[in-house]
Each structure stands twice: as C-alpha cells, then as structure tokens.
C-alpha cells in the first residue's frame, strides 16, 4: 500500500486543528503519515498535535520557530517519506474517504485536482466550487501530488511573503505537470477571518504582484493570474 504524506502547517489554530486532525485519523486510506509543522505557536496548537502523535503512530508533530506557512509547508516537505503528497490547512478539514478517492484517481498522472465547499465554523456551507480548467485555483490543497515529481521539478513554496500559494501554482502549472480532474468536494475550506490570506493590506498585494511578475512562467499566465488576483481583492 502506498503511502500519503500528510503536510499540516499550524499557527495558533487550537480552535480548529482538532476537527482537522480528526478528519485525517478518519482516513478510509489508512498508509498516511501526517506531518504536523507547528510554526511557533503560542496557544495550544503544540498541545493538541501531540495528543493525537501519542495516540497513533502516523502522526508526527515538528516544531520551529515563526517563520511563516510557505516555510512550515517546506519544512514538512523535507520529512515526507510517501510517494504521495497532500497539503490540508489546520483549519480545514476533508471528508472520510478524501484520499482514498485521490489515491485510486491518480494513475499514472503527475498530480490529481479536486473542488472543494466553503463553510462557516458551524459548518454551514456556503458554496461548492469544482475546477473546470487546471488554472481556475491557486490554493496547493485539493490536490495529491507525486512527491518524487514534485522533488524532481524543484517546486517549492517562498518563504518571505504570504499569498505564498500563488507562486507555488504558478512553478507548478509552469512545469506542466499532467493532471487528473477528481470528481469531489471533500475538502472543506473554513472561512476562517484570521487566516494570512484574510490579510489584504496593499503591502502585501503589491510584494505578492511582484514575486509574480519575477516568476519564471509563461507571460500569459501571469497576465491571467494577475487579473484574477485583482478581481479577487476587488471582492474583499
């Protein structure tokens, strides 16, 4: 059976992480290694991680000082050891058969891509979202990736900026990866107000614009991810 490396970045997120955690122990695809990078919190984000560690043997919680979500995401890339590789934010949680449906998906193919609901914390779903091309979301979550493709290519995420998805898909769509469409929406996107990318200071816009327009990818591409982008920002 193959293996599923599980990436949680956590940052003071104890109000969420234990429905998160739950949703992974729930697993129908039980070859997991889940792989808690606690980013310096202050609450009891450690706490609990370590509770579910002490219980089951495939959760690992590692610790390091506040360094930002790309930097714990890279963190936990260095201790994957599955052939496959997932990202789930601590505030979100998937639904019990999530990966197995990934896993079964994937074939042969670079990657897998799949929607997902946004919900309010008590769990009222709000819209349900599916991709209809490979560019439609930025977000490194709703996907199961070849660790093996993903190491050869290099892709990993900046660590100085929030808004660090969007490069992330930026180099990943850039290698080409080939890409199979998951017909799910069990990934569960908590409208979270105190999340990094809930921060829409023009700083941080305009550093995010600039790390876009330095990218590697194709013109076009960023031509098309900076009008989504403003757009998005227009809305919030």
């Keep these: 059976m193959k293996t599923c490396s599980v990436i949680v970045p956590v940052y003071n997120a104890d109000s969420f992480l234990t429905g998160c955690l739950c949703s992974l122990s ?3 695809y039980s070859a997991l290694q889940v792989i808690i990078i606690d980013d310096g919190s202050t609450d009891q984000s450690a706490s609990i991680a370590q509770t579910f560690c002490d219980a ?5 919680l590692i610790k390091q000082n506040n360094q930002g ?3 714990a995401r890279n963190n936990g890339m260095q201790h994957a050891t599955g052939e496959f590789v997932m990202f789930v934010d601590a505030d979100d949680t998937i639904s019990p058969d999530y990966i197995e449906k990934h896993i079964l998906s994937i074939g042969e193919h670079d990657m897998t891509q799949a929607g997902y609901q ?8 709000i819209e349900t979202r599916m991709p209809r091309h490979r560019y439609q979301f930025t977000s490194p979550c709703m996907r199961l990736y070849r660790r093996d493709w993903l190491c050869q290519q290099a892709i990993r995420f900046p660590q100085d900026m929030i808004y660090e998805d969007v490069i992330f898909s930026l180099r990943l769509w850039t290698a080409q990866p080939t890409i199979v469409f998951v017909q799910s929406v069990g990934y569960k996107y908590l409208l979270n107000p105190h999340s990094t990318t809930s921060n829409n200071e023009p700083i941080h816009r305009q550093k995010l614009y600039h790390a876009i327009r ?6 076009w591409l960023k031509l098309y991810t900076l009008l989504r982008l403003n757009v998005h920002f227009l809305k919030t």
């Design 118 to 125: 946004r919900v309010l914390a008590d769990g009222t779903i």
């Design 69 to 71: 979500q790309g930097n």
């Design 26 to 28: 729930a697993q129908t």
């Design 56 to 60: 089951d043997a495939r959760f690992l």
């Design 214 to 219: 330095q990218t590697q990818a194709p013109q």
